[in-house]
């Protein structure tokens, strides 16, 4: 089984509908998580951070973990077509002397 | 904002040359990554650094070297390049371990050609 495991996609929806992305784990020693966006031929980017169990909101996206159950998800509301991207997830047992363990990354295809 | 340069975007390479890739960060980053991303494989991590002259070895370094003389710059070097190497190479710094939220700040990317 592998640490971290992301449905590639694509994933298609309109413009304005809700997306989920989500990621499972298997090292239960996890407790930073993260997902990056990366638009094409350019370098990820931090979009949300997440310590531990918990929801976390910034505007139209959500980021949620259930520690329980190993499993993180990220959702985008009234999803915009400048949406269309990777989504990477990333996550590390702890933020010192550790290197993150990402997803393979779901791309995001947002129609007008 | 944290500025990640990767000097070449775009390489080709013949077989058995010598690369060196660049990446300088102006932040004062202690630690710097070197990843290798290729469709289906996701990010890979190659090398890493946690300060000037310091190496480590990520999950997969053969066929690779680095170099970390100064602390804002840090160097990947494919000693004899083979088509295998064909890849998308991304540069990243981070803070330093332990403070704040460990976020990664990435370079562009330079995708590198072997024929």
């Known amino acids: 089984q592998k640490e971290v495991e992301q449905d590639p996609g694509p994933l298609s929806v309109p413009e304005g509908a809700i997306v989920s992305l989500n990621c499972t784990y298997s090292n239960s020693a996890f407790q930073y998580f993260m997902w990056y966006r990366q638009y094409s031929r350019k370098g990820p980017e931090l979009l949300m951070y997440?310590?531990?169990?918990g929801n976390k909101e910034d505007g139209r996206f959500t980021a949620q973990v259930d520690k329980s159950s190993k499993y993180i998800s990220l959702f985008i509301r009234d999803s915009q077509p400048s949406d269309s991207a990777t989504y990477l997830c990333?996550?590390?047992?702890?933020?010192?002397?550790?290197?993150?363990?990402f997803g393979k990354g779901t791309m995001l295809l947002v129609s007008p | 904002d944290v500025k990640v340069t990767q000097s070449s975007r775009y390489l080709v390479k013949r077989t058995g040359e010598k690369v060196f890739l660049e990446c300088v960060q102006d932040?004062?980053?202690?630690?710097m990554f070197w990843y290798r991303q290729d469709p289906g494989l996701g990010l890979r991590l190659i090398y890493f650094s946690y300060d000037v002259k310091m190496k480590e070895k990520g999950d997969i370094p053969e066929g690779y070297s680095v170099s970390r003389e100064k602390k804002e710059r840090f160097s990947l070097i494919l000693e004899s390049a083979s088509t295998n190497q064909t890849s998308m190479y991304l540069c990243?710094?981070?803070?330093?371990?332990?403070?704040?939220?460990?976020?990664?700040?990435f370079g562009e990317g330079s995708r590198l050609t072997v024929l």
């Open positions: 932040m004062d980053h202690e630690n």
């Open positions: 990243a710094s981070r803070l330093s371990d332990g403070v704040g939220t460990g976020e990664l700040f």
């Open positions: 990333a996550m590390t047992p702890s933020s010192g002397y550790s290197t993150l363990t």
């Open positions: 997440t310590y531990s169990s």
